[in-house]
């Protein structure tokens, strides 16, 4: 059979696998594959419930008897990793590009990679129905940023579409608009090279992924790059320290729409997976017994952001989790590295462990699948990575882009300013404007909820790693102390009530809190020790209005994300698979002083 491996790779929400969906869809009434529901590549729950895509996937599609092997990627810069990890398994790309935001900070990041592995791009101008469309304007935007990227005259001259990926419509030309994706097959058919094989050459494989099934064990996934292998065969799975592990290929796999399906043999060209290799890791060679070689292994962009594991110690500990000990966390995190290509696990003592990953959502969405697997986990506050370069401190600095109403603007740049972010560009768009900034790592440290709150959430904001630059100084980005709790027990309405007006409440009336956890941001600097268990003294006296009901405002409740941002350096964030709660890091109050 003949193949053509592509990835789909764009900046967040710009549609990637709405297209998916569509083409999937599409090959439906080509006679295979099965229902199709929206985002149906967006497997993992917490992919349903975000919106984004956090693991790239891949699918396949058949069209006039040729396979086309499809790889939807995350948009989402934090999850970098896993475009870097599956760009090596294809031969084009469909660059996603939303026709009235244009080129997008990540969309710059993913197509430097295609372009340095010698990609071949076709530009997909998505959401051409958007009232504020202007596609022949961002293929102009996509065109520069290109040829800054460096990109060869082959891949300078690339093909254009025009897409409703929502209503599954692409076509080649804005005045003669067609009901289907059949230009969209045609032109990959036409543009995207096929893989060049040998499938007479000893086997090898890289694996790009792994997956797990219960009956069958351990899955690898990944492109034969020659040769063909068939099911019993003997392999070597060579590791990334030279040695050689003897495996039995028990069962390989080949993909159409939506579901693995068992093959007798799989050869060079195909996007596979392998079943009976059960010691494999990313970045590995699956190759011939008899004359193993291995493939260059992947490597990927360093981490820029870290923080700091521990086991629960806080006094709930152990009430709401099955996996409570430092034993339990640290194989968790060293299954999660094999898979996670992006991120690094060390271990400074038994109990805790500095996990490095590409940003605050990476880190955030591994506690955030610890936490449903039963994990209870405390940690620290995300610190940059720092960089000693020729003897002078460096930090990592991002590139931020802002789209929001021009009339909020000018106060989002003056706080932009006092986190040390330089501006470089800005850009009327009608009554809005979009602003870029280079800007330290640190300083977006809990600034998006301020965007949003000052832009009265009408602000779009995205940024990406651009480097490290020499150290900015010392950024001041939280103005509040925190109130604590100076007793255990159920907090009551009453004294929240009555400590109202010292700052708002992330706690509500009837919440189990102990001394020393976080029960609400003081409006003042610094911290506040309060008493929530406080009751109402009960008298025989009665007086008029005396009983009237308590008016509370309502509680900031902060989810995962939000409770990052907000600590500082001396409080935790604790995690349970049903409660997320802050506190100090000292718990006792006399020793805090």
């Known amino acids: 059979m003949e193949y053509r491996n592509i990835a ?101 990041f993913v197509l430097r990679k295609a372009i340095e592995l010698g990609l071949k791009p076709i530009v997909v101008v998505n959401k051409i129905d958007r009232n504020d469309a202007r596609p022949e304007e961002v293929v102009n935007l996509t065109f520069d940023l290109m040829a800054e990227l460096g990109a060869n005259d082959d891949q300078l001259d690339f093909p254009i579409l025009y897409a409703v990926a929502r209503e599954g419509k692409a076509y080649k030309e804005l005045d003669k608009p067609q009901d289907d994706m059949h230009e969209l097959f045609d032109m990959v058919l036409e543009h995207i090279p096929a893989p060049s094989v040998d499938v007479d050459a000893p086997f090898q494989m890289l694996v790009t992924n792994l997956d797990y099934n219960e009956y069958l064990g351990r899955i690898v996934l990944g492109r034969v790059k020659r040769g063909t292998v068939k099911k019993g065969e003997f392999v070597q799975l060579m590791h990334k320290d030279g040695t050689m592990t003897k495996s039995r290929i028990v069962q390989p796999f080949t993909h159409m729409g939506l579901r693995r399906i ?33 493939l260059p292994i992947i490597t990927v962009d360093e981490p820029t952001v870290s923080m700091i594991f521990q086991p629960n110690t806080s006094p709930f500990a152990g009430k709401d989790g099955k996996y409570v000990t430092s034993r339990h966390l640290n194989d968790r995190l060293k299954k999660e590295v094999m898979t996670n290509v992006s991120l690094k696990v060390e271990e400074i003592r038994p109990d805790e462990f500095k996990v490095s990953g590409r940003g605050e959502l990476h880190l955030s ?8 697997e039963g994990y209870e986990v405390q940690v620290g506050a995300p610190q940059v990575i720092i960089r000693d370069i020729d003897g002078e401190k460096h930090e990592p600095i991002e590139h931020l882009v802002l789209d929001m109403p021009e009339n909020l603007s000018s106060a989002v740049i003056g706080v932009l ?22 800007i330290p790592s640190r300083a977006l440290f809990g600034f998006r909820n301020q965007f949003l709150s000052m832009t009265q959430g009408e602000g779009i904001m995205s940024h990406i790693f651009d480097g ?52 609400g941001e003081n409006a003042r600097e610094q911290d506040m020790n309060v008493n929530v268990c406080k009751n109402k003294k009960l008298t025989n006296v009665r007086s ?50």
């Open 8 to 108: 789909i790779i764009a900046h967040v929400d710009h549609g990637k696998t709405t297209l998916v969906d569509a083409l999937l869809r599409q090959t439906l009434k080509l006679g295979h594959g099965e229902e199709i529901t929206e985002r149906a590549m967006d497997s993992n729950d917490l992919e349903k419930e975000r919106g984004i895509t956090i693991l790239a996937k891949n699918t396949a599609v058949e069209y006039n008897g040729i396979k086309i092997n499809i790889v939807d990627t995350p948009g989402h810069a934090d999850f970098g990793g896993e475009v870097e990890r599956v760009l090596g398994m294809v031969d084009g790309a469909l660059v996603l590009v939303d026709a009235a935001e244009g080129p997008m900070p990540q969309t710059r």
């Open 417 to 438: 300013g006092s986190r040390k972010g330089q501006m470089v560009n800005m850009e009327p768009m009608g009554t809005r404007v979009r602003v870029e900034f280079k």
């Open 468 to 519: 490290y630059a020499p150290w900015a100084g010392e950024i001041k980005s939280r103005q509040n102390g925190s109130l604590v709790s100076m007793e255990d027990g159920p907090a009551f309405a009453y004294s929240i009530w009555k400590l109202q007006d010292r700052g708002s409440f992330f706690i509500d009336a009837g919440a189990e809190v102990y001394i020393g956890m976080i029960v």
């Open 365 to 372: 969405i591994l506690l955030e699948t610890m936490r449903r």
């Open 544 to 593: 008029s209005g005396a009983d009237d009901a308590l008016t509370l405002t309502p509680i900031r409740k902060l989810s995962l994300e939000d409770a990052l941002e907000y600590i500082s350096e001396d409080e935790l964030v604790e995690l349970t698979p049903h409660n997320i709660r802050l506190r100090k890091k000292v718990l006792n109050p006399s020793l805090r002083k």
């Open 262 to 294: 068992e093959a007798d043999a799989v050869s060079a060209g195909d996007i596979v997976a392998l079943a009976g290799i059960e010691d494999a890791q990313i970045g590995e060679t699956v190759a011939d017994l008899a004359d193993p070689e291995a």
